[in-house]
């Protein structure tokens, strides 16, 4: 005789479904499990949707995407319901990066899309919205690190080259400067040869140091004591030669000075900024919020296309090294309060009220 197959029971209203109450928590782990639509717009959400929720009588229940759509929904342009679940989303996005880190020619976007099944678009707004950086990005900054790490452990420059990936000497030597903030070969040496001017001064927030390589400024560095100050260039930079004494040059202090006292001055200088391509793209980011104002550490990951990425915003915040030239004193937490600041945060309750800003 044959059994009976096993049929759900259907609740008599949504709000009796037990998967309404996920839907309106926008539960995340709900992804997947089932989807819904909202009779009165024509479109069909997962459970997480962001969008404001709609009234139970208007909305309809459905365990596959298939079902939505043979009901006539379409899919919703917010939460892009027949989009990977985030869950596989990552995973997807994670193996692409071990494909990057292991080949030996960087793939194009192209290639990586295909290997997923993904369109070229969808592709690089996930890996972006992942890992905050594009899939070429995140292709440089391996290759960068494979080359910094290649030439620290003594490698020549030629085997530098290879190593990393590079096709061309050509390519390489317009590539490694950049990347690496001085000549390969200077690099290889632990930054031997390269001399920093730097003098310190006295500002209403106590010691400033300034110090420039022959690109521009490189450090910025605050604190209590000139002294400490001095180590921390002297660590940062090991085996660079320091010059300080320089009466010319303590007029780029003063610039500086005169910029943490009146912040409406302007701070116009040549900056050397040196950091990974994920620092970069977050101090592009800070450079941007204007004096006066502040925004959150999920501000400034939404503004760089890495929602996600809010703890690694924070990380490249407490590594910038170039205090308020790139204004990390303008972030604050979610709900407005000062998180840490490496160099104190009374000195960042003091930068953020000089320019005027109010906190929530």
């Not at 290759?143 to 290879?162: E, F, I, N, P, Q």
């Not at 960042?348 to 000089?354: S, T």
Request: proline content about 6%; charged content about 20%.
């Amino acid at each position: 005789m044959d059994m009976p197959l096993a049929v759900r029971p259907v609740p008599e209203t949504t709000d009796q479904d037990p998967r309404w109450r996920r839907i309106v928590a926008r539960d995340r782990a709900a992804d997947g499990l089932f989807w819904y639509a909202v009779t009165t717009t024509g479109v069909y959400c997962r459970p997480s949707c962001p969008s404001r929720t709609a009234r139970p009588e208007n909305v309809r229940i459905y365990d596959s995407r298939e079902a939505a759509r043979a009901a006539g929904f379409r899919a919703c342009r917010r939460c892009r319901p027949d989009a990977a679940p985030v869950a596989e989303a990552r995973a997807i996005v994670a193996a692409a990066c071990r494909h990057i880190e292991q080949a030996e020619t960087v793939p194009t976007t192209e290639e990586l899309a295909a290997a997923c099944g993904w369109s070229v678009a969808h592709f690089h707004r996930t890996f972006r919205a992942e890992t905050g950086l594009t899939p070429h990005d995140y292709a440089a900054a391996h290759r960068d690190g494979r080359l910094r790490a290649a030439l620290a452990g003594g490698a020549t420059v030629t085997a530098a080259l290879y190593e990393a990936g590079f096709g061309s000497s050509s390519r390489f030597y317009a590539h490694a400067d950049r990347a690496l903030g001085m000549q390969p070969s200077a690099y290889r040496k632990g930054g031997a040869g390269e001399s920093l001017h730097f003098a310190v001064g006295q500002c209403a927030l106590g010691a400033i140091l300034v110090a420039s390589s022959g690109r521009g400024v490189c450090a910025i560095l605050m604190g209590d004591a000139p002294d400490a100050l001095l180590r921390d260039l002297q660590d940062r930079f090991p085996k660079a030669t320091l010059i300080g004494g320089d009466a010319e040059y303590e007029q780029r202090v003063a610039q500086v000075v005169a910029f943490v006292e009146a912040p409406g001055t302007g701070l116009d200088l040549p900056l050397d900024i040196r950091g990974t391509a994920f620092q970069r793209r977050v101090w592009t980011a800070l450079r941007a919020i204007p004096p006066g104002q502040v925004a959150t550490y999920r501000d400034v990951a939404r503004a760089i296309g890495a929602p996600q990425a809010v703890r690694a915003v924070a990380g490249a915040c407490a590594a910038n090294a170039l205090a308020v030239a790139i204004p990390c004193h303008r972030v604050v937490r979610t709900d407005g309060s000062l998180s840490g600041y490496r160099w104190g945060i009374a000195r960042k309750r003091a930068l953020i009220a000089r320019e005027g800003a109010v906190l929530p």
